[in-house]
């Protein structure tokens, strides 16, 4: 069956950075972060890196930070995918960062659970406890409950493996 929806020829779309009647830059930015998730979504890591990068270099140029830490984000989950953990670490941290500083728990929900699950596989279960902690805190304040349970069900794993097997049933059952 022929794929309905085929790679778009990103070589075919005119850069807007070098027109003259480009829209503005944070639209331009904001376009090539949803063209890296689309990307990301096909599989094409390479095409999704450079997207994202393209999206993160205007974010920095203009001073928009907050919306540049998504794209660190998305950029980290690429690294962890392709195995580039130290990477991914550093992504997923600048992410955090940026995202603490804006006062935004709930954003930084995300690249917590990215390093939790980096700490959890290379065995740091005690980080990846406290990566845990930190989203299921900012996702049960942002009442996020569908996200704060999965978050408990897999911080719940980790204390299984630690064998804390109270503390695991106490979050499974909070989960539910």
């Known amino acids: 069956m022929d794929n309905p929806c085929p790679p778009v020829d990103l ?3 005119q850069d807007p950075l070098h027109q003259t009647d480009s829209p503005d ?4 930015a904001i ?9 990301q979504e096909q599989l094409r890591f ?9 999206a993160l270099d205007i974010f920095e140029q203009t001073g928009d930070f907050y919306n ?28 955090c960062q940026i995202f603490t500083e804006a006062n935004d728990s709930y954003r930084a929900s995300y690249p ?11 065995g740091n279960l ?7 902690r930190q989203a299921f805190d900012a996702r049960s304040t942002a009442e996020d409950w569908p996200r704060a349970s999965s978050t ?15 503390e695991a049933m106490h979050l499974y059952m909070q989960a539910l």
């Not at 670490?89 to 600048?94: E, G, M, R, S």
């Not at 005690?126 to 845990?132: C, G, I, K, M, V």
């Not at 408990?152 to 980790?158: E, F, G, S, T, Y």
């Open 126 to 132: 005690e980080q990846a406890s406290a990566y845990y």
């Open 68 to 95: 540049a830490a998504s794209d660190y984000h998305q950029l980290g989950i690429i690294a962890q995918r392709q195995r580039r953990l130290d990477d991914a670490i550093a992504l997923f941290q600048k992410a």
């Open 31 to 39: 376009h090539y972060h949803q063209l890296g998730m689309v990307a």
């Open 46 to 54: 390479d095409e999704a890196i450079a997207l994202f990068q393209q």
């Open 25 to 28: 830059l944070l639209t331009t």
């Open 11 to 13: 070589h075919q779309v």
């Open 112 to 122: 917590w659970m990215g390093l939790a699950e980096i700490a959890t596989e290379q």
């Open 152 to 166: 408990l069900n897999q911080w719940a794993q980790v204390l299984e493996v630690q064998k804390q097997w109270t």
